[in-house]
T-cell receptor, first 116, second 115 residues
Framework: DGGITQSPKYLFRKEGQNVTLSCEQN?????MYWYRQDPGQGLRLIYY???????QKGDIAEGYSVSREKKESFPLTVTSAQKNPTAFYLC???????????????FGDGTRLSIL | DQQVKQNSPSLSVQEGRISILNCDYT??????FLWYKKYPAEGPTFLIS?????DKNEDGRFTVFLNKSAKHLSLHIVPSQPGDSAVYFC??????????????FGQGTTLQVKP
């Protein structure tokens, strides 16, 4: 079954700790994205990657880092510098990117991160 | 500054009736609009989209209308079913974002369809 897999579903972070959220897709999509959702708010873009070995900051990149070493994988690290990490994190992918490709982004089922 | 706004946090309709969810935007560079449906503890599911060169797109019970002059789009669900109860997000692509395909999301509207 093709899709986007995020793991773990729930994650707890201790103060001063870095944690990594996994996102894997087998859709052969070029572009991948990380969003954060807070209660009562829409999704806000953290980082995105249009191609392997390349990624750009989104609107709220501070305190986060990513890598894109493989087409199918786009892990997100929430560092200790992120002072308010409690949120629902969503990974998405799309078949291609840019303003001339009317293809929707497809989402995984998310990871809920909480602080201990 | 919220570029995509869904001003109704919630909407309740009777089964079989029409549900109309609204979305307003401020940036005239937005060229592609999408609606997503989201259940609790799940990721959003793509529903329907519309390009800025069109004013209507229909897919089964779902129709999206775009009024560019008013910078307004709406999602119509007819007839509404209890399984449609979810949070609905509208999103817009920023054509002025340097060809990144970046989406801007509204805050969401919670739809409840009563049997």
């Amino acid at each position: 079954d093709g899709g986007i897999t995020q793991s773990p579903k729930y994650l707890f972070r201790k103060e001063g700790q870095n944690v990594t959220l996994s996102c894997e897709q087998n859709l052969n999509h070029d572009a991948m994205y990380w969003y954060r959702q807070d209660p009562g708010q829409g999704l806000r873009l953290i980082y995105y990657s249009q191609i392997v070995n390349d990624f750009q900051k989104g609107d709220i990149a501070e305190g986060y880092s990513v890598s894109r070493e493989k087409k199918e994988s786009f892990p997100l690290t929430v560092t200790s510098a992120q002072k308010n990490p409690t949120a629902f994190y969503l990974c998405a992918s799309s078949i291609n990117w840019g303003a001339y490709s009317n293809q929707p982004q497809h989402f995984g089922d998310g990871t809920r991160l909480s602080i201990l | 500054d919220q570029q995509v706004k869904q001003n109704s946090p919630s909407l309740s309709v009777q089964e079989g009736r029409i549900s109309i969810l609204n979305c307003d935007y401020t940036n005239s560079m937005f060229d592609y609009f999408l609606w997503y449906k989201k259940y609790p503890a799940e990721g959003p599911t793509f529903l329907i989209s519309i390009s800025s060169i069109k004013d209507k797109n229909e897919d089964g019970r779902f129709t999206v209308f775009l009024n560019k002059s008013a910078k307004h789009l709406s999602l119509h669900i007819v007839p509404s079913q209890p399984g449609d109860s979810a949070v609905y997000f509208c999103a817009a692509r920023d054509d002025g974002s340097g060809n990144t395909g970046k989406l801007i999301f509204g805050q969401g509207t919670t739809l409840q369809v009563k049997p």
